[in-house]
């Protein structure tokens, strides 16, 4: 997400007051082996996104201190809001905060591109629960590869795009779509395969695509509106995050639209749905992240009870990042390079009871998967994966 000079100016203030805050909270009254940090939007447009994520970081972290009360291990909690500006900000203190052994995160794709550079010069490993854009794993891109030490357990959007575009248009007669995106990183991505899915598409007519300001969630999206109005799209395939993904629906089914609305993961949260309210029912959503619910009753409990709320989006995959990482601090590697060995060759048994083991890019080995989601009845709701 690009951000205007003032707004820039105000991310990098709370971002350095937010990292400053939490490492004196991390430190006090406990003594640490080690640390881990996570890095996402833990404040700003998209905040949600970073809460749901590090509370699966959390609970992992009090279940390992309750087992190894001799060998705690701490969390840095590092707040780039979900953008390349506030990355840049907080990625070089990270970088050189040696008692940080290895990374959570970044969770969004744009503040991944801008935290490699640091990252990669001080050898400091990542597990990222959330960052899907293809390029990040992809050697032949070297502006966007994370490589060696970037790694991440979703599958990449050329797995999702063609999935929301099959979803999208599922069930309509004579699909006519629209496709917008947000002119992020991850937005950009994911159209790009969401259009040529479209495009290969018998039967399917491409009634037009535009880009919106994806820094400005109080943007009027009146022209966008009126060019799907004048194309007579009944689908709407929008690629960015939730926050303007819910302005951009409230002001579409305001203007009358009747059809169908479907996004990425980007807009699976339920921030999504505290922001648009009733316009988000019914919405049509994909995303490479298990329901931490389907995991059983008792460890969702558990959860609940530990964290002080119910398990959000992505709390497996935050989960099972850091249990990796736990995994091999008990192992004995408690350097930046071991733990970097001990990821690039492990295999770990996921909270699904799937096995994860990584490729040398940094991909999940093995084929990955994509499931969808529906508002309903103010909530998001599970309906399988997508084949």
Known sequence: ???????????????????????????????????????????????????????????????????????????????????????????????????????????????????FPYYRA?????????????????????????????HRIPSKDDKQGPSLAHLAIKGIKSPVVYSVNDQSSYGVGLDGFVQST???TPGVKVAGDDTVDGANTTLDFSATISKIKAGNANVVIYSGYYAQAAGFVKQLRNAGYKGVFASGDGTYDPGFITDAG????????????????????????????????????????????????????DQGSTTRDAIQTCINKGSFKGLMGNTISFDANGDVAGTGFINSFVVTGGAIKSTGQIK
């Open 198 to 200: 479209l495009k290969a």
């Open 122 to 150: 001080a050898a400091l490993p990542m597990i990222s629960p959330s960052a899907t854009k293809v390029t990040l794993t992809d050697p032949a891109v070297k502006s966007d590869f994370g490589g060696p030490y970037f």
């Open 278 to 329: 009733t316009a988000a029912e019914g919405a049509l959503l994909t995303a490479s992240s298990a329901v931490f619910q389907d995991a059983g009753a008792t460890i969702t409990a558990d959860f609940t009870k530990v964290i002080g709320s119910a398990p959000g989006t992505y709390a497996v995959e935050d989960y099972d990042a850091t249990n990796i990482l736990l995994n091999c601090i």
């Open 1 to 115: 997400m690009k951000l205007t000079s003032k707004k820039a100016i105000g991310a990098i203030a709370v971002v350095i007051v937010a990292i400053v805050a939490v490492s004196l909270v991390a430190t006090k009254g406990t003594s640490y082996s080690y640390y881990i940090a996570y890095q996402g939007p833990l404040t700003g447009d998209n905040k949600q996104t970073g809460l749901d994520e590090i509370a699966g970081v959390k609970y992992a972290l009090a279940k390992y201190n309750e087992a190894h009360p001799k060998a705690q291990i701490g969390l840095k909690q590092v707040d780039d809001q979900g953008s390349g500006t506030g990355a840049s900000v907080v990625a070089p203190g990270t970088a050189k905060d040696k008692s940080i052994i290895a990374i959570v995160g970044p969770a969004f794709s744009g503040a991944s591109i801008a935290s």
